[in-house]
């Protein structure tokens, strides 16, 4: 009978520690489901987990360029976006976040992002003539200061190195930190979160060419130390 009892009180105690786990704080109810981090596919949870870092809240703009900027939507497409998500810029800030590139996103998680970034893009009339992407031909390095004295001095100062209204971008320390193609993308697009003008806006009614563009560019990447090199 002892015996007996005893059986019953520990299956007693049993079934209460049962119950009460099932109750602990955290613990998913009977109708939540729990999904792995490759299953998240809501674009608003990935991009605050992986890009608001660097873009900032809503791509509006933060260590790096606002992702939503109408200018910058207009001149990238999204097998670019798509590529940089996934692939990084090597030898910047920016990692790769392709799981077949080392990062920690699936491909449709990457479409995910391309998609809602490109959601962000609004019509503008005013956009028209941005200098493509990508440079058509290569910058001269020796007609660069020409165009940076017109367009880009009145900012940041005659040689780069700073303004009152401008940071010193023909820096070392700058150029180590940047792309090749950031510093074209930026002399286009401006940072129009920092107060500063993309293509149109430095000279009233003369904007930059594409191969202004490449002419600063050319001139600015030439200042890097030898052991720095180029950055894609």
Same mark, same amino acid.
């Given at each position: ?35 792995g ?8 949870t990935?991009?605050k ?13 933060g260590a790096?360029i ?6 910058? =939507? *207009?001149? !990238?497409? /999204?097998?670019? &976006? $798509?590529? +940089?998500?996934a692939? @990084?810029? %090597?030898?910047?800030?920016? #990692? ?23 959601s ?5 009339p ?11 031909s ?25 303004g009152k ?5 023909a820096?070392?320390?700058y =150029? *180590?930190? !940047?792309? /090749?193609?950031? &510093? $074209?993308? +930026?002399?286009?697009? @401006?940072? %129009?979160?920092?107060?500063? #003008? ?35």
């Amino acid at each position: 009978m002892r015996v007996q009892l005893g059986i019953a009180l520990a299956v007693f105690a049993g079934v209460i520690v049962l119950i009460a786990c099932n109750n602990m704080p955290g613990r998913p109810g009977p109708h939540e489901e729990v999904i792995g981090p490759e299953q998240v596919l809501d674009f608003n949870t990935l991009y605050k987990d992986n890009c608001s870092g660097c873009h900032g809240a809503d791509g509006k703009g933060g260590a790096s360029i606002a992702l939503s900027d109408p200018v910058y =939507l *207009a001149m !990238v497409d /999204d097998a670019t &976006l $798509r590529n +940089v998500a996934a692939s @990084g810029v %090597p030898g910047t800030q920016m #990692p790769p976040f392709a799981q077949s590139k080392g990062g920690m996103l699936t491909d449709a998680q990457i479409g995910v992002l391309v998609g809602g970034i490109r959601s962000w893009a609004r019509r503008d009339p005013s956009i028209v003539g941005v200098p493509p992407y990508a440079a058509q031909s290569p910058g001269d390095a020796r007609r660069g200061p020409e165009a940076f004295a017109t367009f880009c001095a009145s900012c940041h100062g005659p040689e780069g190195q700073g303004g009152k209204r401008g940071s010193a971008i023909a820096n070392r320390a700058y =150029l *180590a930190l !940047v792309s /090749d193609q950031y &510093l $074209r993308t +930026v002399t286009i697009t @401006g940072r %129009p979160e920092l107060g500063a #003008p993309d293509w149109r806006g430095d000279v009233p009614g003369r904007p930059m060419s594409g191969q202004e563009v490449s002419d600063v560019v050319a001139w600015l990447t030439s200042q890097r130390t030898p052991s720095q090199g180029p950055k894609p």
